[in-house]
């Protein structure tokens, strides 16, 4: 909303939103991690449930949650703009290109976390902002990556909006997305029995 307030160039209206929302989430999930696990998305809590990370019943509660706070963050810009506060978006956003960008965003996203945790916890911060800000790019969608995001943006008809029809499929395609990631991970980061150790490094005397 603020950059269509300032420019009509809709490539730096997309800067403006890549570089708010990867720092935000930095932000968010430094101080919210150590509370809540910083679950902001039904298809990270899903794989987090399948995972028995989290228990089932937590999960649904915080998708519950998860897509409520997204609505009310909706209202609550809309009304920081002084725009009307309920909303339908317009925006049509529907395709084979766009679902498979979304399933390939929330892949990505999926990926990115279960590999932090496992080799680099500490920065899960940065990398899953790091790896938003760079999907805004290199996707078609522009990597919405959460089904709760993506329903909130079916609540504002502004840059970010997706028109409601379109929802099913943006969120069918990222929680395929997400949990394919969840069995190649599972995979890729098994622990390794014995020496049977992905990179053996000989000492050097």
Known sequence: ??????????????????????????????????????????????????????????????AIVQVAGGIVGAILAHAMF???????????????AQWLSEGVACFGLVATILAGIRLQRGAVPMLVGLYITAAYWFTASTSFANPAVAIARAFTDTFSGIRPYDLPGFILAQLAGA??????????LRAPVGDALPIHVEEQS
């Open 1 to 62: 909303m603020m950059a269509e307030t300032l420019t009509t160039d809709i490539a730096l209206a997309l800067l403006a939103n890549t570089i708010a929302t990867g720092a935000i989430l930095v932000v968010l999930i430094t101080m919210l991690g150590p509370i809540s696990g910083a679950h902001f998305n039904p298809a990270v809590s899903l794989v987090f449930a399948l995972r028995r990370d989290l228990p089932r019943r937590d999960a649904a509660f915080y």
């Open 82 to 96: 002084a725009l009307p506060l309920l909303q339908a978006s317009s925006t049509v956003r529907s395709g084979a």
């Open 179 to 188: 949990l394919v990631a969840l069995a190649l991970m599972s995979w890729l």
